[in-house]
Nanobody
């Protein structure tokens, strides 16, 4: 059974940093792509960053230069390093995995999801 479990959410002040982790189990060999999504209050869910099996990454314009997605060599843990946090980064962050490559941008193309981790940023 595939499981994705996020950790590392919490609170930070504007300009601060947080690091999210997502532990994957049960199906790592089928994950062609893993990604972080977020849903801000009153907004639609959006893909923040993605990484494929070759290590190619993609970022939303709003986080480029501030966020870094990575995964460990065993590809069992996904990370999101978030620097220079801004109040508009406050959201529920979820990791997701897709069997499709290149990394899809649509939510529906990600079959596996974690429960999410809350990130709060104070100004």
């Amino acid at each position: 059974q595939v499981q994705l479990v996020e950790s590392g959410g919490g609170s930070a002040q504007a300009g601060g940093s947080l690091k999210l982790s997502c532990a994957a189990s049960g199906g790592n060999h089928i994950f062609a792509c893993m990604a972080w999504f977020r849903q801000r209050e009153g907004k639609e869910i959006e893909r923040v960053a993605s990484i494929d099996m070759s290590g190619n990454t993609a970022y939303a314009d709003s986080v480029k230069g501030r966020f870094t997605i990575s995964r460990d060599s065993a590809r069992v843990t996904l990370f999101l390093q978030m620097n220079s946090l801004q109040p508009e980064d406050a959201a529920q962050y979820s990791c997701a995995a897709s069997i499709r490559s290149p990394c899809p941008s649509l939510v529906v193309d990600y079959k596996y999801w974690g429960r999410g981790a809350q990130v709060a940023v104070s100004s």
